[in-house]
């Protein structure tokens, strides 16, 4: 019997088509022969489109996004400083948008470093942590505002919103994933000495749900000390939690000392499945580089591996991911196009086959 | 003719006595023979003292410290977890009370990878960087709040405060140290596509204020990208001005790659003199290893240093630095006990009195 997936495909601006390119690739080699069939669907999205059209996400397309059943998205932005994107904010209104209206509470980034990648750190040691970022409220609720704008008495304000329910749902999915794992660790990272009201809600989540799994070891960091762990001894970490604006720091972080933002992958998890989870590479839409091929696929090939493994398709999942390993451990330094690196994970996963 | 400088010492908790100690002594030996006399009053202010008298800071020794010219202050903060601090929150009570209350609105934190010093990057290039951190608002302003706490309903809010007036004189402030060094670069980050209120009123100021230094060339990062600078390429860095949250995580990330938290050296300035300004090492008060003669003294002496820059005592200042540096270049990696490295500061101060 036939699995059907329908997968919407928003490739973006920038880089985004090219990695999203290899991505679809290897999806398309991972399940050949396989009874899973990918049915896709494009959505021109993002900073281009929106200079051709005005839209950003119109209500239909968006409609029409929510009835896939998963996403992989590129990446969006157009030119840093174009004055026509001034008011668009792409970022606010579609990526924010898709993740908060799909409910996407656990923003997962693992952060690996393979064999045969250089870190940017001198002894990084074993890296393997993944993080939980919160996902749908914080600092990133959007909340605030600004009076007296551009006068000298401007004031302008963001609050950050967190509640017992978006806060304990992450949590608890961490505490989940923590148990699935080998070490068993969760380091819960705030700023509970200065943001007391939203370092008290989180403090007495991870404490209340922490007592339900007693083989966890938890820990907490304040998010200054998280960074100098991050680049004195990562390999202390297993996984971590935080909120929306801390996870996103720490994972640029995390994917710099993983050897560089081009291998860092990420899923926007809706753990409930009421809509469609999303799958995208951390970095950005680098439009100095964009339609060159010298943008690395790798972090969209992670995360589309990520999405197999939402998707239950586990043993898929690891083969993505062990051709990955695979091609970093032989990669070298000289640099390939982003189709090259394409077709040598797609050729790993092929010699994996033929060997098995 | 005798300048008497009066200076509020607070050592605090946990090493902040044994570090202050070390930084005192390199004071007098840099001023033995000028006509600068130091005229200290202590301050037992810190977690012990709350623990003692359940004071945190009573307002006439608020004012006592007030009327000083300088504060010079080592670190707060009892053991982790302590629950008879938990209602107490010393950081918010104390060391945040006195950054607001005496305006110290821009936070100068430099990172310079001395010679000799082993950072964690791998390839950490020329690092000799300055972080403008503003002081007293942003995310720390304290406001927000609780309701339904503790309960499955709570909402907790954190407000981030920004102003045209308190954003502005922060970045004027940077731009005047950026047009004193000779790279002139300023480097502004903050979070402008999430964070769009707050980002705007900041973008606002810094093209303002730009206009007004032709000669100093001006980038912008989000604060996620300027973590993956940080470690992939530090020594593109040269003044950095951001917000007070923002400014905490990176400063702590530029100790550790600037050769470790232990020497890392800030100055709470006013830059108006309205209040005394306040210098402290970066770190903390480490209860773990407090009274062992464990910790480095050097985050506390080059805070010194950075005191009698304030203080109009430049030679001063770059002698203390020099001797720093110097013992640095000699110091290798056997550990030294806190009073041993204070004894080599003075060494190399002496030592280069003697060759002048
Ligand atoms: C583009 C931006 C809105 C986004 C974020 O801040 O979440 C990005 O930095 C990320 O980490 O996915
Ligand atoms: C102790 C804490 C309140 C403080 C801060 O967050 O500012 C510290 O981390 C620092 O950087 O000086």
Redesign the interface.
């Known amino acids: 019997m036939t699995r059907t997936i329908k997968l919407a495909v928003i490739p973006g601006d920038g880089i985004g088509p090219e990695v999203i390119e290899q991505a679809n690739r290897v999806l398309d080699a991972v399940l050949e022969g396989s009874d899973v069939r990918l049915e896709r669907t494009e959505f021109k999205l993002g900073a281009e489109r929106f200079l051709e059209t005005g839209e950003t996400l119109p209500a239909n397309e968006q409609a029409a996004i929510a009835g896939h059943d998963a996403i992989l998205f590129g990446a969006v932005g157009g030119v840093p400083g174009d004055p026509r994107l001034k008011a668009a904010?792409i970022?606010?209104g579609l990526l924010?948008k898709l993740r908060f209206d799909f409910d996407h509470y656990a923003n997962v980034r693992p952060c690996t470093l393979f064999p045969g990648v250089?870190?940017?750190?001198?002894?990084p040691g074993a890296v393997d942590f993944l993080v939980v970022r919160e996902g749908t409220e914080g600092?990133?609720a959007g909340?605030?505002?600004?009076m007296?704008?551009?006068?000298?008495?401007?004031?302008?304000?963001?609050?950050?919103?967190?509640?017992?329910?978006g806060v304990?749902r992450v949590v608890r999915y961490a505490f989940e994933t923590a148990q699935a794992r080998p070490r068993k660790r969760l380091t819960w990272v705030h700023?509970t000495?200065?943001?007391?009201?939203?370092g008290?809600?989180w403090q007495?989540v991870v404490e209340t749900v922490a007592a339900e799994y007693p083989e966890i070891a938890v820990d907490y960091m304040h998010?200054?000390?998280a960074?100098?762990f991050m680049?004195?001894d990562p390999a202390r970490f297993d996984v971590v939690v935080t909120d929306n604006?801390f996870g996103?720091?720490l994972?640029?972080?995390a994917?710099?000392?993983g050897g560089?933002?081009g291998l860092a992958a990420s899923g926007n998890i809706n753990p409930d499945r009421t809509f469609p989870s999303m799958f995208e590479p951390v970095h950005g839409s680098a439009p100095d580089i964009a339609g060159q091929q010298k943008a690395d696929p790798t972090a969209a090939i992670l995360s589309a591996s990520i999405m197999l493994d939402h998707l239950g398709l586990t043993s898929e999942a690891n083969r993505v991911r062990d051709a990955v390993r695979a091609d970093l451990a032989v990669r070298g330094a000289s640099p390939r196009q982003t189709a090259q690196i394409g077709d040598a994970v797609i050729a790993q996963l092929q010699a994996s086959a033929a060997g098995a």
């Open positions: 904010n970022e606010r924010l250089t870190s940017t750190l001198a002894n600092p990133y909340n605030g505002g600004s007296r704008s551009g006068t000298p008495h401007e004031v302008a304000t963001e609050v950050s919103v967190n509640t017992a329910y304990e700023k000495n200065v943001l007391v009201h939203a008290a809600i007495r998010v200054d000390a960074t100098i680049v004195q604006l996103d720091i994972t640029d972080l994917g710099a000392i560089g933002i």
